[in-house]
């Protein structure tokens, strides 16, 4: 799995002539992605285990050529969004994807995400966080040879950081214990954010600077939630465990920032926006909250969008894609709103056009 992803990283091409692949009016130098499948876009497809994918229709039924790319979306995720308003034409590459005819793309950017995994290498069996913070560093140590130290920390320094982890983990953690008490969810949700911040220290000691982080969405709002329960309304127990891990989160940055020189973040805060989404849903264009647009079963929500799943006409109008992944329109959406949301009524402390500066 690694081979193939780092044989692209042994030309010596010069940092001039790979610039010039940037976008004039993109407002970082690059974008580095890490997290789930919230902003996977493909690494997934080069496992060789069948779970964990989503490169088959009706996936990507949206995307231009109407391709299935691995994205578990009907078209774009919040990663190539955020890559849209900062000027670039979508989200970076996944990292298993490149190669030798390719390696110009690693100094504009390099998305190392993987559905299904988590804060906690054992949240899932797919690429950890700590695996793709080892493939960055692969990245940051040969791009050092070739260009020096000084360049790579001044590329490195002006580049967002996309990170969307979380939801995993504490998806299995009620999987597997079912509702607790606020004691466990604290002390649950404070070994994640322990772990995350690890993770960040790293980041930021291989040269991070600009910290884009998306926050935790209504996981207990999902059609896969919604339809564990006889009511069909939200699992109200996953939610407050969503909150309690922004609310830590946000603690987190704050603490981390005070200790690290130069340190910049903008934490969106996805329950916060959707909730605003769901209140007046009329206000975006949609119709549909609950049930998921592909799918089978109770709000669309038994499986996963497959090719004999069935899908919905109108997908610009549903919060839901599949059992657990908002719609393209929501992650449009989303990214708008942290992006240049004047108000900061959802994200903190500076919004993420302000990260860029």
Wanted: proline share 4%; with cysteine.
């Amino acid at each position: 799995m690694e081979g193939k992803g780092l044989h692209i990283l042994l030309s010596s091409l010069s940092l001039v002539a790979l610039l010039v692949i940037r976008s004039a009016d993109a407002d970082v130098p690059a974008i580095y992605v890490f997290g789930d499948s919230s902003v996977d876009v493909g690494n997934n497809n080069y496992l060789s285990m069948n779970a964990g994918k989503a490169n088959f229709p009706f996936n990507g039924i949206d995307f231009p050529g109407g391709v299935p790319t691995g994205r578990f979306s009907n078209g774009y995720v919040l990663s190539d969004y955020m890559a849209k308003v900062y000027g670039f034409k979508r989200s970076p590459p996944p990292f298993l994807s490149l190669t030798f005819e390719t390696i110009e793309q690693i100094f504009s950017g390099v998305n190392f995400a993987s559905g299904g995994s988590g804060i906690l290498d054992t949240t899932g069996v797919e690429i950890t966080m700590t695996l793709q913070l080892h493939y960055f560093s692969t990245v940051v140590s040969n791009l050092t040879l070739h260009i020096g130290k000084a360049s790579v920390d001044h590329l490195l320094s002006e580049s967002l950081f996309l990170i969307s982890t979380g939801g995993n983990d504490l998806s299995a953690d009620f999987t597997q214990f079912g509702p607790q008490n606020n004691t466990h969810k604290d002390e649950y949700v404070a070994f994640l954010i322990s772990k995350y911040e690890d993770q960040l220290k790293k980041l930021y000691s291989l040269g991070a600077r600009k910290f884009g982080i998306l926050g935790m969405g209504f996981l207990g709002c999902s059609p896969a939630a919604r339809g564990s329960t006889p009511s069909g309304d939200c699992v109200e127990d996953l939610n407050v465990y969503s909150q309690k891990f922004n609310r830590a989160a946000i603690a987190m940055l704050r603490r981390l920032q005070s200790s690290s020189e130069g340190m910049k973040y903008s934490f969106g805060d996805s329950i916060k926006f959707w909730s605003n989404i769901m209140s007046d849903p009329h206000l975006y264009g949609l119709k549909e909250l609950k049930s998921a647009c592909c799918g089978r079963g109770r709000f669309n929500g038994e499986s996963l969008c497959t090719p004999n799943a069935t899908y919905c006409p109108n997908r610009h109008q549903y919060m839901y894609w599949d059992l657990f992944h908002i719609s393209q329109a929501i992650c449009k959406f989303t990214v708008q709103a942290f992006y240049d949301d004047g108000a900061l009524r959802f994200v903190y402390p500076i919004t993420f056009k302000q990260l860029a500066t």
